[in-house]
């Protein structure tokens, strides 16, 4: 049985938060959809981070800075991407965000809302009041698990 590879540059993270899968509706020309993704550094020590952001099942390369991403003890870190109508958001579609950080003491919080071209949130309408993903809205996963149990297998013949 072959072991599963990790890529090298996520090694290095202890755990990832999945954030819920966002529906973003269709949006006219002049606007867009803008994501924010904030980690508050509650520790004492200052940790990593890399963001990816994932279209329906597909990494779009809305990835950070590869690990190069650090917040402080008792800072913030965040990154941001926004959406245009014209790149393809004419219909409602999905999107989700993997974060892997090097401790629990990076405390993730993930908001979106569209704009219009003058960087306003439009006045009306379903699309205006932004959506907030609170800390505890997002799933927390162990990126290597601490415990491998070896395949079961016959017993040995006793001596």
Same mark, same amino acid.
């Given at each position: ?54 279209? @329906? *099942? ?6 950070? /800075?590869?690990?190069?991403?650090? $917040?402080? #003890? &008792? ?42 071209? @003058? *960087? ?6 379903? /699309?205006?009041?932004?959506?907030? $993903?609170? #800390? &505890? ?23």
């Amino acid at each position: 049985m072959e072991e599963a590879q990790i890529d090298p540059i996520l090694a290095r993270y202890q755990y990832e938060y999945v954030s819920p899968v966002l529906e973003l509706g269709p949006i006219t020309a002049g606007q867009e959809w803008s994501i924010t993704i904030f980690l508050a550094n509650r520790g004492r020590t200052t940790e990593s981070f890399d963001i990816y952001m994932v279209q @329906g *099942g597909l990494h779009k390369g809305m990835d950070t /800075l590869e690990g190069r991403n650090s $917040v402080e #003890p &008792g800072h913030t870190g965040g990154w941001g991407v926004g959406f245009e109508a014209s790149e393809g958001l004419a219909d409602w579609e999905v999107r989700w965000a993997r974060i892997f950080v090097t401790s629990k003491n990076l405390v993730p919080t993930l908001q979106y809302w569209v704009v219009d071209a @003058g *960087g306003q949130t439009p006045p009306v309408g379903p /699309l205006a009041a932004p959506f907030y $993903v609170p #800390p &505890g809205g997002f799933a927390l996963f162990d990126v290597h698990p601490s415990v491998t149990l070896p395949p079961i297998g016959p017993a040995a013949p006793m001596a």
